[in-house]
């Protein structure tokens, strides 16, 4: 498995790790952010795909903010699966 850590912008949250295994994700953790919210998507996203991932949480707003903590996650993945591309 691939492991990645990524610092967050304009979100709660501070930073967001994940592993990436055959197309899946994994051991998603944020740090900081609303914590039963980031738990809930840490949860949900256990082995879920992580290009589908991309094209359910980008693009996802938090208030005024222009981003979110799921938005975040999104743009990490998809920048570590175009990378490894």
Partial sequence: ???YSMKTSGVCARQVDFGIEDG???DVH???GCAGN???IS???EGYDAKKAVEILKG???G???TSCADQLARGVEQALAEAE
């Fill in 60 to 62: 996802n707003l938090c």
């Fill in 64 to 66: 005024s903010k222009g």
């Fill in 1 to 3: 498995m691939q492991n």
């Fill in 38 to 40: 980031t738990l809930a």
């Fill in 24 to 26: 899946k994700l994994h």
């Fill in 30 to 32: 944020f740090y900081g």
């Fill in 43 to 45: 949860k949900l996203l």
